[in-house]
């Protein structure tokens, strides 16, 4: 039997299928938030082997990035599995079994000018199928102004598959995107503004769930107090399969050599330790 509608409503997963965006509120508990904003400061204070500083040194702020946090981190692990979010997530794709695809760690502190760059999920991933989803929950409030995401409405349904835009000036995986060899995205700042854009004030608890085709990016964190700590999870349902094409970030081998070896032929179902089982919680 599917996921009955538990923690949200028909007219949301609607929203969701039309526009490839949409917001749940007050998912999260304030013991989860409180939990999760100590283990991202904790990882903030200890980066990881694959992390990355996007804003360069001498600049304001502080914008980093970071892979795989659950595999170091047993509240990032506890997050993934057993927070509300698995079941919110077998929810909108109306699946049975659910696997968790990887974390990102994604924090703009205050007077950080660096964006995120317009950019769909799926074109850096190496998987293929029509059951995935990323959902963004953020320990902070987000204003526009703090950096909250925007998304082109409707954009999933393009019918574009677009070459991965390098987040930072001297990120490791710019030459592997380089060789993804996909089509080269129009000019962004004529998209954002040819488009209607999807952007919500969240408060801690909220969360924003997209499609891996929707093309979305967010701004700078230009406020002077307010921090934007921001996790993105990705789940996967049964008809996802591993994708072996180069281009994807999984190639690069600053982030590749921290991980165990994938095991998994191109067209291979997704399993093994770094992708679990993770709804049902406990299946029988």
Request: net charge negative.
């Amino acid at each position: 039997m599917k996921v009955n509608f538990t923690l949200t409503d028909a007219e949301t997963l609607r929203e969701y299928q039309e526009n490839g965006a949409c917001v749940v509120r007050n998912v999260l508990s304030a013991a989860w938030i409180e939990k999760m904003a100590g283990a991202v400061d904790r990882i903030l204070e200890n980066p990881g082997p694959a992390s990355m500083e996007y804003t360069p040194r001498g600049n304001t702020g502080r914008y980093y990035g970071d892979f795989f946090v659950w595999r170091r981190d047993p509240d990032f692990d506890d997050f993934m599995r057993l927070s509300p979010l698995p079941p919110l997530a077998a929810e909108f794709m109306q699946v049975e079994e659910l696997r968790f695809f990887y974390d990102q760690l994604l924090v703009k502190e205050p007077n950080t000018a660096e964006h995120t760059p317009l950019h769909q999920d799926l074109p850096y991933w190496p998987i293929r199928g029509q059951q995935i989803i990323s959902i963004w929950a953020g320990f902070d409030p987000v204003t526009e102004e703090a950096g909250a995401v925007q998304y082109i409405k409707g954009s999933h349904n393009w019918g574009k598959f677009y070459v991965p835009a390098t987040f930072g000036t001297k990120s490791d995986f710019a030459d592997i995107y380089r060789k993804a060899g996909l089509e080269t995205m129009p000019d962004p700042a004529r998209l954002i503004r040819d488009n209607e854009m999807l952007r919500w004030d969240l408060d801690p608890g909220d969360v924003v769930l997209h499609h891996p085709l929707t093309l979305h990016y967010s701004p700078g964190n230009q406020t002077v107090s307010g921090r934007r700590r921001g996790l993105a999870l990705r789940y996967i349902g049964e008809d996802v399969t591993y994708d072996d094409r180069q281009g994807t970030f999984m190639k690069n081998p600053s982030l590749s050599n921290t991980l165990p070896p994938i095991k998994l032929a191109d067209g291979d179902s997704m399993h093994g330790e770094l992708f679990p089982l993770v709804w049902p919680v406990n299946p029988v």
